[in-house]
């Protein structure tokens, strides 16, 4: 917050907590509640723009209303270390004109050289576990655990714009068809190998017949004469004919 500057912007919570999931994508929601007379400005930044996609990253809070922002958290193919979150969000807040719309609203606004007394709002993420099976044997309480961090001074840290809602369609499609494609490539794969199979088994059993027609062929020559070759003929074509149909 600045150093003259009162509080335009009531943040409701001041921690964004996700219940973490692997490769699921994880909302949670935050309050701003204008309780002046003033139309107040609002953008959010974060220092992990790629992770997060805040709908609206900016926008209008009208005199003693309130406004809704969703944080949505893409989808994680691994969980982080202890299950500590080091990213940050910022809230910045101008006050502004009566006619000041949405679209009005640049990043100019919520600098120093603007000129405009800017308001900041620090909020940490926290990620929430899966709740776990009771253990016989406590791991930890409360006063043993790792001191939260502090936002005293939060000056080294790189805050940058949000992805906006317009921007989150088509990175989530892209993900989407992504893992689509992955999904497709191994029901292929699984395809090609179940097929490959039928036709070795079909192959082996083949060459079987054959072995045994030829075996038949010759024991029913020896014994004969001339009738044996019609004889054989037509067990040969029979063989073929379910060497064809095993095939299928």
Known sequence: MGSDAKEMLEIEPLELRFPFELKKQISCS???????????AFKVKTTSPKKYCV????GIVPPRSTSDVIVTMQAQKEAPPDMQC??????????VGEGTSARDIT????????????????LKVVYVPPPKPPSPVHEGSEEGSPPRPSFSDGSNLNYQETMRESDEPSLFSAIKDHKDQEDLTSETSALISRLTEERNSAIQQNNKLREELDLVRREVSKKNGGFSFVFVVVIALLGMILGFIMKR
Do not use: A, C
């Open 30 to 40: 935050m309050q701003l509640t204008n309780r002046t007379n003033d139309y107040i």
């Open 55 to 58: 709908r609206p990253n900016s």
């Open 86 to 95: 080091k990213d940050k969000f910022l809230v910045q807040s101008v006050i």
């Open 107 to 122: 990043g100019d606004m919520f600098t120093k050289e603007s000129g405009n007394v800017v308001d900041e709002v620090k």
